[in-house]
């Protein structure tokens, strides 16, 4: 059957669910590269200037719980109605929003973004669950590489846009989330259907509760557990795009090099997505990442197609431990940007395989449950991600940290950060006792304290899930 011919069969139902997960994704990601820099960077920038494991703590925390609370939001549509809990999950989004960009402490932040993850974990097994429900056999194959293209679409529109509007202010970003988040109430109104259920009467308690048994069926099988344990590794390697990368390339490198290139060639281009300082900022170059799947991921497909899926897999993380190496072990823009190439190239081999793999070794009659519990190690790599991206990432790359340090060394009297005096000063009065200043001092730090060190530790995760794979697939 020809591409066309799939595509006019599709129904209006299929094509609002594609339109609301572009603008959902736009609204995430837009913020979610963001994140990191908002809460970290100095107070006097607009920001929170919290520690590093203070934003480990409310990213891995918030996102676990993206990714886990599923089990019970799924059963709870399924119960409601999609429909209201997408206006559900609508609204706390756009509370959530700004609830972030009005609080300012660690506590109210926390609370802001883990409100905000609970309207995520409404909204995301409705939209996949409605792309399987509007597909057939014949049309679910490119039903769901479309879907995969929006997420990718919009993806790569948030972050883009969001690293231009918060050289502006950090509220721009935040306002941009809560109006794309209110199109979908828009779509969901005048084209999204409901779906026709089959009427069970159970009470929505024990939907819950079957929920959670299910969830227990499956990890009787330890083979499966062993599986979904090794992927954990994969994840949090993985998350590190979100977690550290934003915060190491704002503090260690800079991008200037990579605008005086495109300047060259595309003026209008380097102005457009450029800050004044004649650089780029990290959610812009970060939003290459999705932009590179969107351009390669039918390529890359077709050719790991040949493969088996666990050894696709294994391929994948090894390209994507290649990826973090360059990301993070060096100050060249350019190789930075070839190192999210890389990157991606090894996600696109490695994470839609694992989603077949789970659906190719469950049960016949256990599909969805084996799917269901397939993001349980997701939950799992993001909790650790942020533990990772916190305490290690700051005793080895944190800037701030790392000037601390010296200063220690060195005797010298500075006041502690606090509410009164930001990072910034921080930065300020060191630079003037050391006698280093902008370049200088981040070339003395990045040569005495080598906070490139980190890329051993990312990627010896990802590595380290290879190679249990290889033994997992041999034993």
């Not at 059963?75 to 972030?100: E, Q």
């Not at 991921?297 to 973090?324: D, K, N, T």
């Not at 993070?328 to 490695?350: K, P």
């Not at 006792?433 to 730090?445: A, Q, V, W």
Request: proline share 3%; glycine share 8%; net charge neutral.
């Amino acid at each position: 059957m020809g591409f066309v011919t799939v595509i006019k069969k599709y129904n209006t139902t299929f094509w609002a669910s594609n339109i609301i997960e572009l603008f959902e994704r736009w609204a995430w990601y837009g913020f979610y590269m963001v994140f990191a820099l908002y809460l970290v960077n100095s107070k006097d920038t607009g920001a929170l200037g919290l520690t590093q494991a203070q934003k480990g703590i409310i990213m891995g925390t918030g996102s676990m719980l993206l990714y886990f609370l599923p089990v019970i939001t799924g059963a709870i549509a399924d119960k409601v109605g999609y429909k209201r809990i997408l206006f559900l999950a609508f609204t706390l989004y756009i509370s959530g929003f700004y609830m972030i960009k009005t609080f300012d402490t660690f506590g109210w932040m926390f609370f802001a973004f883990v409100w905000t993850c609970v309207g995520g974990a409404f909204f995301k097994p409705i939209i996949s669950a409605m792309i399987a429900r509007n597909t057939t056999d014949e049309t679910s194959s490119i039903g769901f590489g479309i879907f995969y293209m929006m997420v990718n679409i919009g993806g790569f529109i948030g972050p883009f846009i969001a690293g231009v509007l918060m050289q502006k202010t950090w509220d721009y970003v935040f306002y941009m989330s809560m109006i794309t988040i209110g199109v979908n109430y828009l779509i969901t109104f005048f084209f999204f259907h409901e779906p026709i259920a089959k009427q069970v009467k159970t009470s929505l308690g024990k939907s819950i509760v079957q929920a959670f048994i299910s969830i227990g069926i499956t990890l009787k099988n330890w083979k499966y557990v062993m599986f979904l344990v090794i992927m954990i590794l994969f994840w949090t390697a993985y998350n590190q795009l979100y977690y550290s990368f934003p915060v190491f390339i704002d503090q260690w490198v800079d991008t200037s090099v990579l605008y005086d290139g495109i300047n060259k060639v595309w003026p209008w281009l380097a102005k457009s997505i450029g800050t004044e300082n004649a650089d780029i900022t990290a959610p812009t170059l970060l939003s290459m990442d999705s932009f590179f799947i969107i351009v390669f991921q039918l390529m890359v497909s077709s050719f790991v197609m040949r493969f088996r899926p666990l050894a696709a897999m294994m391929g994948g993380i090894l390209v994507l431990a290649g990826g973090l190496g360059l990301m993070f072990s060096n100050q060249s823009g350019w190789l930075i940007l070839l190192g999210i190439l890389v990157f991606g190239l090894g996600e696109m081999a490695s994470s839609p395989k694992f989603t077949e793999y789970v659906g190719r070794i469950a049960p016949a009659d256990q599909k969805a449950l084996y799917m269901g519990t397939s993001f349980l190690p997701i939950a799992a790599g993001h909790q650790l991600a942020g533990w990772l991206s916190g305490d290690v990432y700051e005793k080895i790359s944190d800037k701030i940290y790392l000037l601390q340090k010296e200063v220690a060394k060195r005797g010298f009297s500075i006041p502690e950060i606090s509410d009164e005096f930001s990072k910034n000063d921080y930065v300020n009065m060191a630079s003037d006792k050391l006698g280093l200043h902008g370049n200088e001092l981040n070339n003395f730090l990045w040569t005495t304290y080598h906070p490139s060190n980190i890329w051993v530790i990312y990627a010896g995760v990802a590595v380290s899930a290879v190679v249990l794979l290889w033994l997992y697939d041999r034993f």
